[in-house]
């Protein structure tokens, strides 16, 4: 070991106010690169030089984490953030990005529901004119027909034909029953 004055992680912890946990992640998170020079480790127990702690503890005060927010283990959920203030500006911004694609977004929604209202309006007056077309359709051929009978030749003699018939018949259902039955006899 070296002559210099050497912590361990326990007592850095201490004296800045954070958990155990929180300044091992320092010493292994990012800031790893920078304080591995001054981490010795001896028996198993980590030992970090003055200037390793200088680092650690430039590294809380970065991100203002060290307000005693790890003394204790985590027993309840985080309900607040406690980030940076450059953070909290950047949360600020994303909500306002948020509220303001919401309100942009609730626009649209607005503007489809007026669409879809004048869709199913048309959709309403095309069934409508398919309605009547149809009619008029029917009532076209139902036309057709009845100019043809009775421009046709054939026709003619056919509906004649069917009208002496017809006549025929009725004739011989205004006898009586009476007539009908000693005819049969």
């Known amino acids: ?11 850095i912890a201490d004296e800045i106010g ?3 946990q929180a300044v091992y992640k320092r010493v292994k998170g990012s ?5 591995a020079p001054y981490v010795h480790t001896l028996d198993g127990v980590m030992y970090i030089l003055e200037q390793g702690e200088i680092l650690i503890i430039e590294a809380f005060s970065k991100s203002d984490a060290y307000d005693g927010a ?21 949360i600020l911004f994303l909500r306002e990005q948020n509220k ?16 879809r209202i004048h869709s199913r309006e048309q959709a309403d007056k095309l069934s409508n004119l398919a309605t009547q077309l ?7 051929q139902v036309l057709l027909g009845a100019e043809q009978s009775r421009t046709n030749p054939v026709l003619v003699m056919n509906n004649e034909m069917n009208k002496i018939e017809s006549d025929e018949k009725n004739k011989v259902s205004k006898k009586g ?9």
Not at 1 to 11: F, G, L, V
Request: charged share 30%; glycine share 2%; hydrophobic share 30%.
């Open 134 to 140: 149809a009619e008029l359709t029917r009532n076209n």
């Open 70 to 90: 790890h003394k204790e283990p985590h027993t309840k959920p985080h309900t607040e953030y406690t980030g940076s203030h450059t953070n909290n500006d950047e």
């Open 1 to 11: 070991m070296s002559d210099k004055p050497m912590k361990t992680i326990k007592q």
């Open 31 to 35: 800031p790893h690169k920078v304080v």
């Open 177 to 185: 029953i009476l007539q009908r039955l000693f005819k049969k006899l």
């Open 100 to 115: 303001m694609l919401f309100e942009q977004l609730s626009a649209k929604d607005g503007l489809l529901e007026i669409e």
């Open 18 to 20: 954070v958990s155990k």
